[in-house]
């Protein structure tokens, strides 16, 4: 026993615990966080991938029926930019115009798909 712990009475052994403890349980909690954020991250960006893919298939539509076949996927496509997205595939199907939207994520691309026609 050291000179020091032998005049106070402490066993200070333990001394410098309370910080591992504390730094072991903010590694965990960013451990757990770390991995939600993402997942709300990317719902976040496929709410927003269909929305996006909703809006430029209307457009799009519009544009086929309204102004008699007029490039219902330049329509979309540019619909989609202005929506913070980014145009996958469109295509005339019959009277229905289909688009396939995608939003970037930092772990990949959130996709979603759409379909308007008239009325």
Same mark, same amino acid.
């Given at each position: 026993? /050291? +000179?020091?712990? !032998?005049? &106070?009475?402490? &066993?200070? /052994?333990?001394?410098? /615990?309370?910080?591992?403890? =504390?730094?072991?349980?903010?590694? =965990?909690?960013?451990?757990?966080?770390?991995?939600?954020?993402?997942? $709300?991250?990317?719902?976040?960006?496929?709410?927003? +991938?269909?929305?996006?893919?909703?809006?430029?298939?209307? #457009?799009? #539509?519009? #544009?086929?029926? &309204? %102004?008699?076949?007029?490039?219902?996927?330049?329509?979309?496509?540019? =619909?989609?930019? *202005? %929506? @913070?997205?980014?145009? =996958?595939?469109? *295509?005339?199907?019959? *009277?229905d115009v289909v688009v396939?939207?995608?939003?970037?994520?930092?772990? @990949?691309? !959130?996709?979603?798909? $759409?379909? #308007?026609?008239?009325?």
């Amino acid at each position: 026993m /050291s +000179a020091a712990a !032998a005049v &106070d009475g402490a &066993d200070h /052994s333990e001394r410098g /615990s309370g910080t591992v403890l =504390v730094v072991g349980l903010l590694g =965990v909690a960013a451990a757990l966080l770390i991995p939600l954020v993402l997942l $709300a991250s990317i719902a976040g960006a496929r709410a927003t +991938a269909q929305g996006a893919a909703d809006l430029a298939a209307i #457009a799009g #539509a519009t #544009a086929w029926h &309204d %102004h008699g076949g007029g490039a219902p996927c330049a329509v979309a496509g540019r =619909v989609l930019v *202005e %929506h @913070g997205a980014y145009l =996958v595939s469109c *295509e005339v199907s019959g *009277e229905d115009v289909v688009v396939t939207a995608a939003v970037p994520t930092r772990v @990949g691309d !959130a996709r979603a798909t $759409a379909r #308007a026609g008239p009325a």
